[in-house]
């Protein structure tokens, strides 16, 4: 641990910061990103958006409130991947997705980059605020902040910026097994517990088990898997 005079060259003197609400009608609603940007989380904009910093982000991010039986927390990186794994075999094993994918003006290649970036908005946020404090607003101002910053996600990478219900169906269906495959292997639910509240009606697998990785791992596969689809679109 640094030591704090070796912060700071002399004895710490403090005044009003200047930009505040209070004092001078302003308010900094931008993040200061790796790569340099500026990204402004009230008024974001796709020009703003990297992939690289999206990605630093989520493998630093816990699912769960970090509350899980790993040696890591669960990264929104990892189950990010986890998320497109699974879309890819739902495609290759279910005819209800065959048939989307057949009748979509977007490609396979595109859904799977959607699945990849359902979570983008929460590098931004800088957290995975978890669904029972989400779900106890009384309002859903945090959402529309969400939902703004996704949909310049979105543009950024030629994605439409509302999806369609059909795509929307499909990422949540693969969400909602990632995240009752996570409940019951990391984060210590019991399938009684797990089994009312994601609605996945398939058993795991009796050897079924997740692996937390460390965040430079989580960041790699992320971007991984991203480059991966990119060359495919």
Not at 55 to 78: D, H, K
Not at 152 to 164: D, E, G, M, V
Not at 220 to 233: A, G, H, R, T, V
């Amino acid at each position: 641990m640094n030591k704090p005079q070796s912060l700071f060259s002399s004895e710490i003197k403090t005044t009003k910061p200047r930009e505040t609400k209070k004092n001078q009608g302003l308010s900094r609603a931008w993040i200061r990103c790796p790569s340099g940007r500026r990204f402004d989380l009230l008024s974001p904009s796709p020009i703003d958006v990297e992939v690289e910093d999206i990605a630093l982000s989520l493998s630093r991010i816990c699912r769960w409130a970090g509350m899980t039986q790993t040696p890591y927390g669960f990264s929104v990186a990892q189950h990010s991947v986890l998320v497109v794994d699974l879309m890819e075999w739902m495609f290759d094993t279910n005819k209800e997705y065959q048939d989307f994918l057949k009748n979509s003006p977007y490609s396979k290649w595109q859904w799977l980059l959607a699945g990849l970036l359902h979570d983008a908005s929460e590098g931004y946020l800088g957290g995975d605020l978890c669904g029972p404090a989400k779900n106890a607003f009384s309002d859903d101002s945090y959402r529309k902040i969400e939902d703004k910053i996704q949909e310049a996600i979105h543009l950024r990478f030629n994605l439409p910026a509302i999806y369609p219900i059909e795509m929307k169906k499909m990422i949540k269906d693969a969400d909602r097994a990632s995240a009752y495959a996570e409940s019951i292997l990391i984060a210590g639910f019991t399938k009684e517990e797990a089994d009312p509240i994601f609605g996945i009606k398939t058993d795991l697998h009796e050897n079924a088990k997740i692996m937390a990785l460390s965040p430079t791992q989580a960041n790699d596969i992320f971007m991984d898997k991203y480059n991966y689809i990119s060359k495919k679109i």
